[in-house]
Nanobody
Framework: QVQLVESGGGLVQPGGSLRLSCAVS????????MGWSRQAPGKERELVAR???????NYADSVKGRFTVSRDNAKNTVSLQMNSLKPEDTAVYYC?????????WGQGTQVTVSS
């Protein structure tokens, strides 16, 4: 079992930055492949960033060059640094972990980009 708790969401103006964090706990001895997804109202959930066990990263085209995913193995946390935010980045952001063939999800954190 893996538990994920996101934090760091909020309201930010266009062009601003936010840093989301995901605290990982449970029956793990190292961080598995982690992801950040988002879901806007009326839209399907989409994967925006992924960080594999080996350290490889993948980003959705819509966030490349603006978002950066990273991890702190000592603290069992994964972060998503979001810069140059746009109104279309408004969504609930979810942290996920792929562990033992099961995808685990956090409860989500709201990010609103508006002036």
């Amino acid at each position: 079992q893996v538990q994920l708790v996101e934090s760091g969401g909020g309201l930010v103006q266009p062009g601003g930055s936010l840093r989301l964090s995901c605290a990982v706990s449970g029956s793990i001895f190292r961080l598995p492949t982690m992801g950040w997804s988002r879901q806007a109202p009326g839209k399907e959930r989409e994967l925006v960033a992924r960080l594999t066990i080996g350290g490889s990263t993948n980003y959705a085209d819509s966030v490349k060059g603006r978002f950066t995913v990273s991890r702190d193995n000592a603290k069992n946390t994964v972060s998503l640094q979001m810069n140059s935010l746009k109104p279309e980045d408004t969504a609930v952001y979810y942290c996920s972990a792929l562990f033992g063939g099961t995808q685990y999800w956090g409860q989500g954190t709201q990010v609103t980009v508006s002036s």
